[in-house]
């Protein structure tokens, strides 16, 4: 694949890994059957990998809607651009209002368009849900939002997805991450990326210690080969986990930078890991950031 055409997927998620797919891509095993893939999010590492036979899952239902709503023709990139330019009109119009109002239809109806409106009209394209399940996130303040060429690229994103859907034998399944893994058999890949402890995100995507080791303990005894992401280190803090839960693991690593302003002295290094239960080439040592690392730099 070419490094520099990551496909990028029409739902935004916090903690989305666009910026991490070469590098998943760089510690692939040579041939696996079926991609598991038990925390699907955006899904832009498995769109991106492209396998022939997936299994695409996560807790958060309207995420897996999306989704099969497209797979099962539902919906597809022409209704969404003839949506998304009728809606986003009345935005542009009405503003915060149309906004909330969709927000309330949302929150009754649950429908998978309005969950896309919702999403890339919302502040910082946030999924966040109460505990009485309804999507909280205000409103991103871009009456302008919907101009013609942000419907355009989001229309595109839906017609790349939707045709790969059809090519190849994907489901997307609403379940926790147990009963993924243990749908994975001997030959296939399990791709996993579980929210980082502590940092309690919403009603579907929260994480603490018990769910870290209920995860190792199913992937141990799972029989399949996985690959988990999960942060190495920043300039403050490492990960302890590494050296104590995953200790027995191969782990690779790549580092990129957060620029805080625009200062040089202002950029931040993280180190992200990826842990592997098999064995893959053995990377060089960080010397030269690749093309994902540079375009990252140049923001
Ligand atoms: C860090 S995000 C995944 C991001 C994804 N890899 C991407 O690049 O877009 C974590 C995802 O796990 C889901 N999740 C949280 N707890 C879960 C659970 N117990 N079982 C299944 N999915 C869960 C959340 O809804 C969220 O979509």
């Avoid at 935005?91 to 309330?104: F, H, P, S, T, V």
């Avoid at 919403?202 to 942060?231: H, I, P, R, V």
Wanted: net charge positive.
């Amino acid at each position: 694949m070419n490094k520099e055409t990551t496909y990028v997927p029409p739902i935004k998620i916090q903690g989305k890994k666009t910026q991490l797919v070469n590098f998943i891509l760089e510690n692939l095993p040579k041939e696996f059957e079926t991609w598991v893939e038990p925390f699907m999010g955006s899904g832009v590492v498995g769109f991106n990998v492209k396998p022939k036979k997936a299994i695409f899952a996560d807790s958060n239902p309207h995420i897996v809607n999306f989704y099969n709503a497209i797979k099962n023709k539902e919906i597809n990139h022409l209704i969404v651009k003839k949506f998304l330019q009728e809606q986003g009109k009345i935005l542009a119009e009405k503003g915060q209002d149309y906004y909330n109002q969709i927000r309330e239809r949302f929150n009754k109806d649950h429908q998978p368009l309005d969950f896309l409106f919702l999403n890339r009209s919302c502040f910082n394209g946030m999924i966040r849900f109460n505990r009485k399940l309804e999507f909280n996130v205000p409103y991103g303040h871009k009456p302008e939002r919907f101009a013609q060429a942000y419907v355009t690229k989001i229309t595109n994103q839906v017609k790349q997805v939707a045709f790969l859907i059809e090519n190849n034998e994907w489901n997307f399944i609403c379940q926790d991450f147990k009963e993924t893994i243990q749908l994975a058999k001997e030959n296939d890949l399990i791709y996993c990326d579980p929210p980082y402890i502590g940092r309690h995100v919403d009603y579907y995507d929260s994480w603490d210690e018990q769910n870290e080791f209920d995860l190792e303990n199913t992937l141990q005894n799972c029989g399949a080969k996985f690959m988990l992401s999960t942060w190495h280190s920043n300039q403050y803090r490492k990960n302890t986990y590494l050296e104590s839960l995953w200790k027995n693991y191969e782990i690779a690593t790549t580092s990129h930078f957060y620029h805080l302003g625009g200062k040089e002295e202002n950029r931040n290094a993280v180190t992200e890991a990826l842990i592997l239960n098999y064995k893959t080439v053995p990377k060089q040592e960080f010397v030269k950031p690749p093309v994902y690392q540079q375009l990252i730099l140049k923001i």
